[in-house]
T-cell receptor
Framework: AQSVTQLGSHVSVSEGALVLLRCNYS??????LFWYVQYPNQGLQLLLK??????LVKGINGFEAEFKKSETSFHLTKPSAHMSDAAEYFC??????????FGAGTILRVKS | DAGVIQSPRHEVTEMGQEVTLRCKPI?????LFWYRQTMMRGLELLIY????????DSGMPEDRFSAKMPNASFSTLKIQPSEPRDSAVYFC????????????FGNGTRLTVT
């Protein structure tokens, strides 16, 4: 079965600094991978998805992620953090059909 | 596009009572998912439907939980009887039938069982 592991349950960065949220996946087939963001008291929103068309995927709000098969990774980055980026971020992998398996989440804190 | 609509937003009930959570998916979406989110277990898939038919209910914790989708625009998740350990945020999500189309989540129902 597919699974994802998010390294670091909490990440803290200064405003303007690089954001790096780590995700490693386990999949027996070429994976479809997603990053979602959850703001307080809201549902999850799609940031970006990887569907094998390109290894570098650009998403909303300046985020991007790079698929690295050799490292089984799909890390999320943003060059310059903004206060509004503070939220919880989830990496997910698609199993059969449209069923998603989510990682445990990483809470991003942005310091002024 | 009104998005996925869940009701109620908050539910507080006493142990032993029946709880019904409701979801209206996005029109035209063929898949509907129920997830539960807790601090201890994260996001867990409880059950999902395709074209109103339950496809995988292996995540439903026990017989106290049941879910229905009587038509394409409505689904319910019922807990009877409720227990304090059922306290969580329950999310409904929907997607189209395109392979690996993203999920669209509702804002969730925060359930507290005392």
């Amino acid at each position: 079965a597919q699974s994802v592991t998010q390294l670091g349950s909490h990440v803290s960065v200064s405003e303007g600094a690089l954001v790096l949220l780590r995700c490693n996946y386990s999949s027996s087939v070429p994976p479809y991978l997603f990053w979602y963001v959850q703001y307080p008291n809201q549902g999850l929103q799609l940031l970006l998805k990887y569907t094998s068309a390109a290894t570098l995927v650009k998403g909303i709000n300046g985020f991007e992620a790079e698929f690295k098969k050799s490292e089984t990774s799909f890390h999320l980055t943003k060059p310059s953090a903004h206060m509004s980026d503070a939220a919880e971020y989830f990496c997910a992998v698609s199993e059969y059909g449209n069923k998603l398996v989510f990682g445990a989440g990483t809470i991003l804190r942005v310091k002024s | 596009d009104a998005g996925v609509i869940q009701s109620p937003r908050h539910e507080v009930t006493e142990m032993g009572q029946e709880v019904t959570l409701r979801c209206k998916p996005i029109s035209g979406h063929d898949y509907l998912f129920w997830y539960r989110q807790t601090m201890m277990r994260g996001l867990e898939l409880l059950i999902y439907f395709n074209n109103n038919v339950p496809i995988d209910d292996s995540g439903m914790p026990e017989d106290r939980f049941s879910a229905k989708m009587p038509n394409a625009s409505f689904s319910t998740l019922k807990i009877q009887p409720s227990e304090p350990r059922d306290s969580a945020v329950y999310f409904c999500a929907s997607s189209t039938s395109s392979y690996n189309s993203p999920l669209h989540f509702g804002n969730g129902t925060r359930l507290t069982v005392t």
